[in-house]
Structure formats: structure tokens, C-alpha cells
């Protein structure tokens, strides 16, 4: 079994900053890209920033020079610098790993269970 585990949301001003963390466990073999969602009410889920095991980064447009993606290998964790909020970030943040959990099965995506961000105006 693999769990993502998030956290660091919550109720920030516009222009304001917030991290969000997730840790990945349970059987896990290696990791591939990790990353991070969204879906605003009404809207669909939408790519954040994803973030590959080699390092390379991708952000939507959105967010691009103010969210940071990094990673912790060791760890298996993912993190989501947001800065200079705005409130149209206001959404449930979900974070999404491609883990193998053994050489004997091909990688599949898993989810977190998502962490609400709120931005007021």
C-alpha cells in the first residue's frame, strides 16, 4: 500500500505566502515525477507544477514566478513553495507521485487526499 500524505494549507491574504508539503510511504520501489493539482469549485482538476526525478520543473502558466516545486528524495516528499497569492489560487490542493512499489509491477499515479488553500481578497 502507498499513502500520500499532505499538509500546509489553510486561510491566507492575498499576497501572502503558504507551503504546502507531502510525504509519500508505505511500498515504494521509486518514485517518478511528482507534482501538484487543483480543482476550483465548479472547475476541473489542473495541473500546478510537477517536478521529475531528475529535477526538471514544469508550472502552469498561472503560477509561473511565484510557486516553486521542490523535491526530497530521501524523503519522498514534495513540497510547494506559493507565494504572492491571489485569490484565484483558491482551491483543493492535491499532490499526485508516479511510484513503482517493486520491480514486479509497472509505476501508477497515486493521489493525496487533498488540502484546501483559500486566499481572501
Known amino acids: 500500500q502507498v499513502q500520500l500524505v499532505e499538509s500546509g494549507g489553510g486561510l491566507v491574504q492575498a499576497g501572502g505566502s503558504l507551503r504546502l508539503s507531502c510525504a509519500a510511504s508505505?511500498?515504494?520501489?521509486?518514485?517518478?515525477?511528482m507534482g501538484w493539482y487543483r480543482q476550483a469549485p465548479g472547475k476541473q482538476r489542473e495541473l500546478v507544477a510537477v517536478?521529475?526525478?531528475?529535477?526538471?520543473?514544469n508550472y502552469a502558466d498561472s503560477v509561473k514566478g511565484r510557486f516553486t516545486i521542490s523535491r526530497a528524495s530521501d524523503k519522498n516528499a514534495v513540497y510547494l513553495q506559493m507565494n504572492s497569492l491571489k485569490p484565484e489560487d483558491t482551491a483543493v490542493y492535491y499532490c499526485?507521485?508516479?511510484?513503482?512499489?517493486?520491480?514486479?509491477?509497472?509505476?501508477?499515479?497515486?493521489w493525496g487526499q487533498g488540502t484546501q488553500v483559500t486566499v481572501s481578497s
Open positions: 499526485n507521485a508516479r511510484i513503482r512499489a517493486s520491480t514486479r509491477v509497472a509505476s501508477t499515479d497515486y
Open positions: 508505505g511500498s515504494i520501489f521509486s518514485i517518478n515525477a
Open positions: 517536478i521529475t526525478s531528475g529535477g526538471s520543473t
